[in-house]
């Protein structure tokens, strides 16, 4: 089974520019979060779908940033306009109701200059 | 505030011993606990849970013991293989009322070697 996917894997932008990170779930699994990971802040929740519906969004760390799920196998985080302390390894994770261990991707890891 | 807290960011054992992870927490609500174990330009992956209803919970060479009353728990890897070599995580949660799951919150990472 494919696990969840992201892309890109690597994003280097200027500052100013809108960066769109994307996910694709596993398959059957109703919850979808989105993280960064930094080495000052270790990994920390932006936030959480249930059903496509963002459930808790108070780890969006500003305005510029924003996530959509428009259907069940696809979001989006995006930033605009970015900054350079954007920086950062973008994860998705998903999991299911009934079990709650969460699936990671690969990561995207932005730069933004 | 911290709420899972690894104080160890790092770990260094030689192969065939023990690897001994700690991990403390602070908020009394949780009740699921998992590590994840991640290797350099990869996401998180899972490695072994468990509830507060158990003090032990066992898979091959990996084995999560918690203790509620000192909120603490710990992974112990026997024996270490130098593929183990990696950042783990700490993780816990605490079930939303009717069940539903609630969010991850993650401690900083120890990062492990196993030496040959």
């Known amino acids: 089974d494919a696990g969840v996917i992201q892309s890109p894997r690597h994003e280097v932008t200027e500052m100013g520019q809108e960066v769109t990170l994307r996910c694709k779930p596993i398959?059957?699994?109703?919850?979808l979060f989105w993280y960064r990971q930094t080495m000052m802040r270790g990994l920390e929740l932006l936030i959480y779908f249930n059903n496509n519906v963002p459930i808790d969004d108070s780890g969006m760390p500003e305005d510029r940033f924003s996530a959509k799920m428009p259907n069940a196998s696809f979001s989006t985080l995006k930033i605009q306009p970015s900054e350079p302390r954007d920086s950062a390894v973008y994860f998705c994770?998903?999991?299911?109701?009934?079990?709650?261990?969460?699936?990671f991707g690969a990561g995207t890891r932005l730069s933004v200059l | 505030d911290q709420q899972v807290k690894q104080n160890s960011p790092s770990l260094s054992v030689q192969e065939g011993r023990i690897s001994i992870l700690n991990c403390d927490y602070t908020n009394s609500m949780f009740d699921y606990f998992l590590w994840y174990k991640k290797y350099p330009a990869e996401g998180p992956t899972f490695l072994i849970s468990?509830?507060?209803?158990?003090d032990k919970n066992e898979d091959g060479r990996f084995t999560v013991f918690l203790n509620k009353s000192a909120k603490h728990l710990s992974l112990h890897i026997v024996p270490s293989q130098p593929g183990d070599s990696a950042v783990y995580f700490c993780a816990a949660s605490a079930r939303f009322r009717g069940g539903s799951q609630g969010n991850l919150i993650f401690g900083k990472g120890t990062k492990l070697s196993v030496k040959p």
């Open positions: 994770a998903s999991s299911r109701t009934d079990k709650n261990i969460q699936y």
């Open positions: 398959s059957g699994h109703d919850y």
């Open positions: 468990i509830s507060s209803i158990k």
